[in-house]
């Protein structure tokens, strides 16, 4: 075989090569379909142990619905919009990190922007969650409670210990 055939098969190799021992490494589809039933929340495998009614499961879908259309309002002919505070949001921290001399308050004023969007973002998220768990009954949040709790316990088990400077 000719060294540059050899040279051609070799780059095209090598990547794949590299790129599947990084799926491999990282834990592949597994370690995702884990960290999503490591979630707190009411998912659909949960909903089915609740033994939900025919109404509570028709509630479900509606505001399942309006959930996804509020979300698609909201973000439909915006990337524009979108991009243009990602801007400005860069060119601060740049005026930031370039400056001569460190502004501590104007590095608090950026991380506080930030952060307040995060909390925003949280508390409608725990907005939807209220809505959705007020559809069960009480026996069913008490049964949504030990799901819960049985979960994170199997989770908790299943997680890789990390060991700092101090542990042993």
């Known amino acids: 075989m000719k060294m540059s055939k050899k040279l051609i098969i070799a780059s095209i190799a090598l990547p794949l090569a590299l790129s599947a021992t990084g799926a491999f490494a990282f834990g592949g589809k597994h370690h995702q379909d884990r960290h999503e039933e490591c979630r707190p929340g009411l998912d659909r495998g949960m909903m089915k142990e609740l033994n939900l009614t025919d109404s509570q499961k028709e509630q479900f879908k509606t505001l399942r619905q309006a959930n996804k259309k509020e979300m698609k309002d909201r973000f439909e002919g915006k990337p524009e919009r979108h991009n243009e ?84």
């Open 85 to 168: 505070m990602r801007e400005v949001h860069v060119e601060k921290l740049n005026n930031l990190l370039l400056a001569d001399k460190f502004d501590p308050a104007k590095a608090t004023e950026i991380a506080q922007e930030k952060s307040n969007k995060q909390v925003e973002r949280q508390v409608q998220m725990l907005s939807k969650q209220h809505k959705m768990l007020s559809i069960l009954t009480p026996e069913q949040k008490k049964q949504f409670v030990e799901l819960q709790k049985e979960r994170l316990e199997e989770c908790s088990d299943d997680m890789p210990r990390h060991k700092g400077k101090d542990r042993k």
